[in-house]
């Protein structure tokens, strides 16, 4: 049996697989590799109107990578909509793993010094990997996702990779595209040099929000 290890990991990332468990208590992991695939184009991000006004006014204080073994929890966390997760224990383990190593981050939003919000995801070359987000107030996961795409973007990331695509995503520009198309976008992603920074002033996110797309 292969012992899975954050070089393991990665690697399965750069030839575009990625692992999931069966459920919340599975005890197996499985190498996921869709026909179609979820990605959210930087370049055709979209911020809905009300969020936009949260963002600017909101009371959620942005913090990376503070409290990743938080973020990972929370999404493994089962809610009255999501009786289930495909996080288990293992997983866990895995990506706090690659957290220690660099190659994982995680975007929290806080309220009141409380871990309300937030997402992670893994960072190789010009990719972004987003692999769950959760929510314990209104928003709190939508704020993430809008800092994350501004600080890829001025980063010099080229992919979002939000592997699969759901009605949540759909309303920030997320389309899905076919398998070869994807190994080609992440073939020509990961040979870029970007370096995932956090820094992000209030007048680079506001030029962020007017540079994007805007619906109700």
Known sequence: MTVLTPQI????????????????????LYWIDPDVRGVIPLTDFHIPRRLR??????????????????????CAEHTGSRPDTWINTEIEGLYNALFDTGFAHSVETWQDGELVGGLYGVAL???????????RARDASKVALCHLAARLCK???TLLDSQFLTEHLRQFGAIEIDRPDYKKRLAKAIK????YRPELSADELEAFMQSTTQTS
Do not use: Q
């Open 53 to 74: 006004r949260t963002l600017r006014n909101g009371p959620c204080e942005v913090r990376f990578d503070s409290d990743f073994i938080g973020v990972i929890r929370g």
């Open 192 to 195: 870029i040099t970007a370096v």
């Open 155 to 157: 980063s010099g990331f």
């Open 125 to 135: 070359g010009g990719a972004f990997f987003g692999e769950s987000m959760f929510s």
């Open 9 to 28: 990991l990665l690697g399965a990332y750069a030839s575009g697989v990625f692992p999931m468990a069966e459920s919340r208590h599975g005890p197996d």
